[in-house]
């Protein structure tokens, strides 16, 4: 026995894996219900109820170090566009969120659980293996990719409308984005928002999307192109759904002094400087016969070193690396400080001499 053939479904929410998959996020749309009891629902582009506008906002009230903990607002505003009365039942469906609320006004709507979700004609991407360095633009790939993210889980709502009524939809839910720490200087978090299930609803909606991020200083990833509007939040609008889901990584960088966020990339360009100045300064103190030039100059470079050479190997090995790092550059610059006050000493010696 068939329930209502077309009962519309809105909304599919999933969240991004990155290497320590914890994920994120949401969206959908209108669902079909092949049979009771079994199959899997299916997408219903003929449900005569659009999606006029949709509103994304991930917030970030703090950093923590290994998750990204957002805040996310999602904003639908839905028509019934024909001229008779609808009962709807609404899927919201997420992997992992805490605190899911569903609310029309200042009604809050019931919510009741529904595990091992599916559907037919709309495959979610969730399982990404890549994550975008938001300081190099450099996408990495997750080589130790192991863990497992279990079956979706789905949150069902009712909903009615009245002929051409149109509701306003408010979704709150709290969830933790991916994170990669792999062969980077600052860690990396992810988050994706699957805009695509949007298109199975009637007409072209207004979507707004928004990241307001926890502190100023950020540098972001978004394969969607995003306006900074201040030194915390990212803005896009578009007057028609997005042809692909919605994807963006963030990082805190620090103590980078070149544009790469990539460990050993930048460590071997600070190594690279650190060998140039060398050679400047020695160059310059065997010009002035000045070996001052170069111890001072020498103490300069080595506090460069321990600054921008902050992290390598990763842990537990980080103090080691970088620690042997810092003492063969101060011991290589202690050997050339000897030799050039040697050379220096001996071409006065010479031109005495002479």
Known sequence: ?????????????????????????????????PAEGYGRLELDDQSQVSLVREKVVFTFRDIERYKSHAEVTVQYELHNTSDSA??????????????????????EINVIMDPNVKTVNWQNTLLKNTVIDPVSGKELRLSNYSAEIGPAQGARFPLSF????????????????????????????????????????????????????????????SNLA??????????????????????FSYTYPKRLLYPTNIEKDHNLLVLGTVAALTVIAAALALFFRKSILFTISAFGIFAFTVYYISKMGGYPFNAIFVGFVDFVVGVGLLICDILIRRTIRRRREMTKTM
Do not use: C
Not at 91 to 99: G, K, M, N, Q
């Open 226 to 247: 995003m306006e900074q509007t201040d030194s915390k939040t990212f803005k896009a609008v578009f007057n028609e759904l997005p042809s692909k889901d919605w994807y």
């Open 162 to 221: 009245e002929p051409n009524e149109t509701k306003n939809i408010v979704i709150n839910y709290i969830e933790n984005g991916g994170m990669y720490n792999k062969g980077v200087i600052t860690t990396i978090f992810s988050h994706l928002y699957f805009l695509t299930p949007a298109a199975f609803w009637e007409g072209e909606p207004h979507v707004e999307l928004e990241i307001r991020l926890s502190e100023p200083g950020a540098a972001l990833h």
């Open 1 to 33: 026995m068939f329930l209502h053939k077309l009962r519309p479904l809105i909304l599919t929410a999933v969240l991004l894996f990155m290497l320590l998959p914890e994920a994120a996020s949401a969206n959908g749309g209108p669902l079909h219900y």
């Open 86 to 107: 609808k009962d709807l039942e609404v899927l919201f469906v997420t992997p992992a969120s805490e605190a899911l609320m569903v609310s029309e006004g200042n009604k």
